[in-house]
């Protein structure tokens, strides 16, 4: 069984940064692409970022590119999203997730273990 628990989220400033980390529980972390979702009040939940199981691949959602970092650290089972140039809208419950497929994936429907997510809150 993987266990996911996010951290790191928090009040921020427009244009301010945060850095969330993933702690990952089980022995395989490094098998796993991993993905970031958030989800804000009254939405669906959407993609932000994903990442292959060596870090050589990484996908961003339009909204957050140029601005969100996803890195990972097999050594240490831990995920990482750096968040810079933060906006309004950028406000959500941030969950990672882990993915067993070889191919990496954008949909939330694609991945199998959940953690229960950390809350970012940007105020302008």
């Known amino acids: 069984q993987v266990q996911l628990v996010e951290s790191g989220g928090g009040l921020v400033q427009a244009a301010g940064s945060l850095r969330l980390s993933c702690a990952v529980a089980?022995?395989?972390?490094?098998?796993?692409?991993m993905g970031w979702f958030r989800q804000a009040p009254g939405k669906e939940r959407e993609f932000v970022a994903s990442?292959?199981?060596?870090?050589?691949?990484?996908y961003y959602a339009d909204s957050v590119k140029g601005r969100f970092t996803i890195s990972r650290d097999n050594a240490k089972n831990t995920l990482y999203l750096q968040m810079n140039s933060l906006k309004s809208e950028d406000t959500a419950v941030y969950s990672c997730a882990a993915q067993r497929d070889h191919v990496l994936r954008t949909t939330a429907h694609w991945y199998d273990y959940w953690g229960q997510g950390t809350q970012v809150t940007v105020s302008s």
């Open positions: 990442i292959n199981w060596s870090g050589t691949t990484t």
């Open positions: 089980g022995p395989t972390f490094g098998a796993y692409n």
